[in-house]
């Protein structure tokens, strides 16, 4: 199985401020596609899941430009620029390169 | 506006059954593949089982392999998650998701399943 290994933050952040999560996978999601098979998904407090950014680096519909996604074939960070009270939560890294998908194990943001 | 509504999750004992059921919609269901997803109580997320849009093909988890059957009715727009054999490990909230090759959007509210005697 392929192994996502998430990385902490120094909560909590200052509104305002700007934070990155870093995902690290234990095989290369790059295909030969040229697509990585990478997608970050943010849980808020009491909510389902929602998906951010999909293909490593493609916000999805509705989804904030202050989230930005970006990396190589292993190593992936997901920045939020000028955090906000809304963007509490624990954010995940996932993998659909391969059966069974995988996720990381989350990553949370307070805010301060 | 699409939704996913699940139902049918509950209090059941080690080693019964239970069925799970989403109810889609605003979307053409038998265009998309779906998945089922978990989270134990303060845990992460974990994929339990994927099927293709019209139904030829299922991924599973190892550890469902063989308990779980995931399944789907395109003409009623109806995911299912069959669950048989059920442990104390599978309690979490199950989510169901659109998505057939892993990129999962958007996902139910959830239904809890807690087993135990």
């Known amino acids: 199985d392929i192994v996502m290994t998430q990385g902490a933050l120094p909560n909590p952040v200052p509104s305002g401020e700007s934070a990155s999560i870093t995902c690290q996978s234990s095989?290369?999601?790059?295909?030969?596609?040229?697509?990585?098979?990478l997608n970050w998904y943010l849980q808020r407090p009491g909510q389902s899941p929602q998906l951010l950014i999909y293909?490593?680096?493609t916000r999805a519909s509705g989804v904030s430009d202050r989230f930005s996604g970006s990396g190589s074939g292993t190593d992936f960070t997901l920045k939020i620029s000028s955090v906000e009270a809304e963007d509490v939560g624990v954010y995940y890294c996932?993998?659909?390169?391969?059966?069974?998908?995988?996720f990381g194990s989350g990553t949370k943001l307070e805010i301060k | 506006e699409v939704q996913l509504v699940e139902s049918g999750g509950g209090l059941v004992q080690p080693g019964r059954s239970m069925k799970l059921s989403c109810a889609a919609s605003?979307?053409?269901?038998?265009?998309?593949?779906m998945a089922w997803v978990r989270q134990a109580p303060t845990k992460g997320l974990e994929w339990v089982a994927t099927?293709?849009?019209?139904?030829?093909?299922?991924y599973y988890r190892d550890s469902v392999k063989g308990r779980f059957t995931i399944s789907r009715d395109n003409a009623k727009s109806t995911l299912y998650l069959q669950m048989n054999s059920l442990r104390s490990e599978d309690t979490a909230t199950y989510y169901c998701?659109?998505?057939?090759?892993?990129?999962?959007?958007?996902w139910g509210q959830g239904v809890m399943v807690t087993v135990s005697s």
């Open positions: 998701t659109r998505g057939g090759f892993g990129l999962l959007h958007p």
């Open positions: 605003g979307f053409t269901f038998s265009n998309y593949g």
């Open positions: 099927i293709s849009y019209d139904g030829s093909s299922t």
């Open positions: 095989k290369s999601l790059l295909h030969s596609n040229g697509k990585t098979y």
């Open positions: 293909w490593m680096s």
């Open positions: 996932q993998q659909f390169l391969e059966y069974p998908l995988t």
